[in-house]
């Protein structure tokens, strides 16, 4: 065996990975960023309100039998908790939530303290349809823009006209178009078609 190709065969055997040939960076022409947020709204946000069948985590310190993980809201807006029953749900922000179920928990501990987070949001959503990898819903996130909710869908198809999506919104009873320039807007050139989405939003790749 030559020195070269010993010396090649020790490396191996060491467990030393050798550099790859010939590789090329992987494309990013069809795929849009992924979003960096999550779907959990923390306690202390105070701009999400709940709303029916969202999922809430309740945590109460030092009363673990009271707390609740998975907790859906129901179609009338109320969770049930020990103690409280029902309890109004819907329409408030965790931090309102956190303070009525504190209020309520006075009547049997001294100085409960409440934390409510909202795990799931399934109240808010929008939805993503045409050329993606996943088209359908999503939970629309505060501040969640264009760009954001492209990310929630995956990739573009090749197919894709990325200069030509458009958001549909129905305002007054009539549905608007808004114009997205996928190209134009991560290059930083019109940023004012990167809107901030509301709940029903349909984003649509053509």
């Keep these: 065996m030559r020195p070269a190709a010993f010396a090649l065969w020790g490396l191996l055997l060491a467990g030393v990975s050798l550099p790859a040939q010939d590789q090329k960076p992987e494309a990013q022409e069809n795929k849009p960023p992924k979003s960096a947020t999550t779907t959990a709204i923390p306690a202390n946000d105070n701009s999400y309100k709940i709303g029916p069948q969202d999922v809430l985590r309740v945590d109460v310190w030092k009363e673990p039998e009271i707390a609740r993980t998975g907790l859906p809201v129901r179609p009338d807006g109320k969770i049930s908790l020990p103690l409280l029953n029902d309890v109004q749900a819907a329409g408030l ?10 209020e309520g928990l006075k009547k049997f501990m001294n100085n409960p303290q409440v934390t409510v987070t909202v795990m799931d949001i399934n109240s808010r959503r929008i939805f993503v349809m045409g050329e993606v990898s996943r088209p359908g819903a999503f939970p629309l996130l505060p501040n969640m823009t264009v760009l954001q909710g492209l990310g929630s869908a995956g990739a573009f198809t090749q197919f ?3 200069k030509a999506i458009y958001v549909l919104r129905t305002e007054g009873g009539k549905q608007m178009k808004y ?9 930083g050139n019109h940023p004012e078609q990167n809107i901030e989405l509301r709940s029903g939003d349909t984003i649509v790749v053509p």
């Design 93 to 102: 922000s965790p931090l309102e939530l956190s303070n009525v179920i504190s």
């Design 160 to 162: 894709a006209r990325t």
């Design 179 to 187: 114009p997205f320039n996928y190209k134009d807007v991560i290059k």
